[in-house]
């Protein structure tokens, strides 16, 4: 009923930046809080950044400075900008989504957090 797909990601060379989205579709009744995880090779997934509904973000350490997420909620779509891109820094990034859907027969409305199938990034050093 709700889908979440990432796009932006891609072959980058060090320093370099790249913009992933994330747009969020379906049976929404509304979108709580969002966020982008990584996972690199060998590694567990991990958070980069997360924002609420209001605005307010947090973002690992490792990232913060070189990473911006931001949200447009009329689009239900959560942004990360990345720059100053690091070898290190490839990894599958996954968005998720703290969606909230209502049953149209019942009205009740149910929370559930979704993921997308994620986005290669990949830096050449």
């Known amino acids: ?43 567990q997934r991990e958070l980069v950044a997360t924002i609420t509904s209001g605005g307010m973000t947090n973002y690992a350490d490792s990232v913060n400075g070189r990473f911006t997420i931001s949200r447009d909620n009329a689009k239900n779509t959560v942004y990360l900008q990345i720059n100053s891109l690091q070898p290190e820094d490839t990894a599958i990034y996954y968005c998720n989504a703290d969606v909230r859907t209502r049953d149209v027969r019942t009205t009740v409305v149910r929370g559930y957090r979704y993921w997308g199938p994620g986005t290669q990034v990949t830096v050449s050093s």
């Open 1 to 43: 009923q709700v889908q979440l797909v990432e796009s932006g990601g891609g072959l980058v060379q060090a320093g370099g930046s790249l913009r992933l989205s994330c747009a969020a579709s379906g049976s929404i009744f509304s979108i709580d809080g969002m966020g982008w995880y990584r996972q690199a090779p060998g590694k």
